[in-house]
């Protein structure tokens, strides 16, 4: 395919702004898909994707229009799934900026927009859903130009829902978007500059020097933006090919994992998957590998050939880390290999999750298993369920944090409950992350408020037109419960929101355990700032008061740093009247059988043991009393 035909782009906008509505319509018109095979989201394979309306996982499909090969990718909106969008954005040179005509513009759009700037990537603004009684089309414009600095006639009004100007996206696509440029033609245009280049143009040519080896054949280089298990077939590689050719059957090596593959089978989307022999150079495709899971092949890796590798891998690889976790338990301790095998099946589609075995003297076998954020959380339990039949118990999520002993020795905690004595502790240091909420101007002081509640601090205030972009930090841990919930509705749901991880900071914090008669139970445990504790210990044990089940015998509900109590609660016993037997006024005999009876209770509360329910490990995601 000649390069100067060639468009790549994706989609980019905040939840439910109609991104993967608008790749319908595009492949509907393009003739992509036959109108007896069209449904709406169809790039959106996963029914829980359907089901709530979100994209999860990017997809990418090629597509023809007037003499021009389109190659779409699909990116997924939410925060939780933003390293994906990064990576889509290095793959394709334009992107179709999005922006809901009722809601104008939101945080996750903002992100978006920032992530495009970076990779200096043309940008055509998309006001969707104009036929809407609810659109406001003239200011949702003037956001946009106050954002992206263009004109009002650069941005194209549509209705995805309907197709109303769809085809003058496809059109500003074609005249628009700056074809792939070629490696060949960088490499010869840096080498005639010479010593005359500027550091800037000095950087492009290091960054494409495999693409002119000594005897003009460029290496191959190609950017794996997604990866997925089949059951069937093994790894598949959606990859952007930068420069070099690739055949089918030809040997591939991963340069950041270090491994090798073969590449059974390559082709092209559309949006099922069509062999092809090569693919070319600009072109976006997948290729089929006898790799046995994605963690061989992650995304952001640079693909070479091993016959003839590239010397220098393409820019922007980082190995995506979970910052959070959460124990999961099976209800039966049967069901422990059943949850343990499916977990192993899902990281093979998911290179972000992590799992390693967890043992809890209440719950039995479990595993903790790390997630890119609160959604991700919800899905993989969701998938647990419904696709594995699992009925599980999930713990309070928490995230990672960073120790020092009084040794120098380093450690990186992943709950309370590996925390060492607090004697042998220097320091420990929680993840902070920057935030951006946006949100109508009249409600900047509750959200300031729910900021300092939340042990943040605001860094910076600015407005587009009559919306507040509130800048702030905050610590990771303060966000994970129900800091989205609140927000919502301390906003009436108007505010949308977006984050990112800043660093580790050191501050005063301390593990709260939890003892229910007595006993310390360690899936309870939390970490948090040493201000805190007493009012979360407080709410804590509120709540295990309402979930816990009343027994024979009184039972004590504690928080507790290390030995010193902080807070209490007690559920009263059964009270059984023994002396209803008694037909006489006889108090000797009454008394008598009410001291067996204060007797029976006082061995009970030595030895007895407390059924702790399920719902008493989720009580701290809803901690405001709701």
Not at 216 to 229: G, W
Not at 236 to 245: A, D, E, K
Request: charged share 25%; aromatic share 6%; with cysteine.
């Amino acid at each position: 395919m000649d390069h100067s035909k060639i468009r790549n782009f994706c989609i980019i906008a905040h939840i439910d702004h109609g991104k993967s509505t608008l790749a319908d319509r595009m492949m509907e018109l393009t003739g992509t898909v036959a109108k007896r095979e069209m449904k709406s989201q169809l790039l959106d394979s996963m029914e829980l994707e359907r089901e709530k309306g979100i994209t999860i996982k990017l997809t990418p499909v090629q597509m023809h229009y007037k003499g021009y090969e389109l190659n779409l990718i699909d990116t997924p909106g939410h925060v939780d799934f933003s390293y994906e969008v990064s990576r889509s954005l290095q793959a394709v040179e334009t992107a179709i900026l999005v922006v809901d005509a009722t809601q104008g513009i939101q945080a996750q759009t903002l992100a978006n927009v920032y992530l495009a700037l970076e990779q200096d990537l043309e940008i055509i603004p998309v006001i969707n859903k104009i036929d809407l009684p609810a659109a406001d089309v003239e200011k949702v414009s003037a956001q946009l130009v106050n954002l992206l600095g263009c004109k009002p006639e650069d941005i194209i009004g549509v209705s995805a829902k309907t197709g109303l100007n769809v085809e003058k996206v496809l059109d500003a696509i074609v005249e628009k978007s700056p074809a792939p440029q070629a490696g060949a033609a960088i490499c010869s245009d840096s080498t005639e500059r010479g010593s005359a280049s500027s550091s800037a143009e000095k950087s492009v040519a290091t960054d494409f020097s495999d693409a002119c080896p000594r005897n003009n054949r460029p290496a191959l280089r190609a950017l794996i933006f997604d990866s997925y298990f089949d059951d069937y077939r093994g790894v598949v590689l959606y990859v952007r090919i930068f420069s070099g050719t690739l055949h089918k059957n030809s040997e591939i090596f991963m340069m950041a994992n270090h491994t090798k593959g073969l590449a059974l089978e390559i082709g092209s989307l559309t949006p099922k998957m069509s062999p092809k022999d090569t693919l070319e150079e600009g072109e976006i495709g997948y290729i089929v590998t006898n790799l046995k899971t994605t963690r061989e092949a992650k995304v952001g890796d640079t693909v070479t050939l091993v016959k003839a590798p590239a010397t220098q891998p393409l820019p922007g690889y980082k190995n995506v880390l979970p910052f959070v976790y959460a124990g999961f338990f099976p209800v039966s301790n049967e069901d422990y290999k059943t949850l343990k095998d499916a977990i192993e099946k899902l990281a093979l589609s998911d290179s972000a999750l992590q799992y390693e075995p967890e043992n809890s003297p209440v719950l039995g076998f479990g595993l903790r298993i790390g997630f890119l954020g609160l959604l991700h959380l919800d899905i993989i339990r969701e998938r647990l369920e419904r696709e594995f039949d699992l009925d599980l118990v999930v713990t309070n999520p928490s995230t990672n944090y960073e120790v020092t002993l009084n040794d120098g020795t380093e450690m990186e905690i992943k709950s309370a409950g590996d925390l060492p004595d607090q004697t042998q502790v220097l320091e420990i240091r929680e993840p902070w992350v920057k935030g951006e909420i946006i949100v109508p101007s009249n409600m900047i002081g509750n959200v300031l408020n729910l900021i300092i509640e939340k042990r943040g601090r605001q860094t910076n205030l600015s407005y587009i037109e009559d919306r507040a972009v509130i800048d702030f930090e905050a610590p990771m841990a303060n966000l994970l419960t129900d800091f989205y919930d609140q927000l919502k509705s301390t906003t009436s749901g108007y505010a949308s929101f977006n984050y990112e991880l800043a660093d580790y900071r050191a501050e005063d914090l301390v593990r709260v355990d939890f003892l229910v008669a007595g006993q310390r139970i360690d899936a309870l445990a939390i970490m948090c700032h040493r201000s805190e504790s007493e009012r979360i210990g407080r709410e804590v044990t509120k709540k295990l008061k309402e979930v816990i089940p009343r027994q024979s015998f009184e039972v004590a509900l504690q928080a507790a740093i290390g030995a010193r109590i902080i807070s209490r609660e007690t559920i009263g016993a059964y009270r059984k009247d023994v002396t209803v037997k008694i037909h006489t006024g006889d108090r000797d005999r009454k008394a008598k059988l009410l001291n067996k009876q204060k007797r029976g209770k006082a061995r009970m509360k030595r030895f007895g043991k407390v059924d702790i329910p399920s719902e008493a490990f989720t009580v701290m995601l809803k901690r405001d009393g709701e």
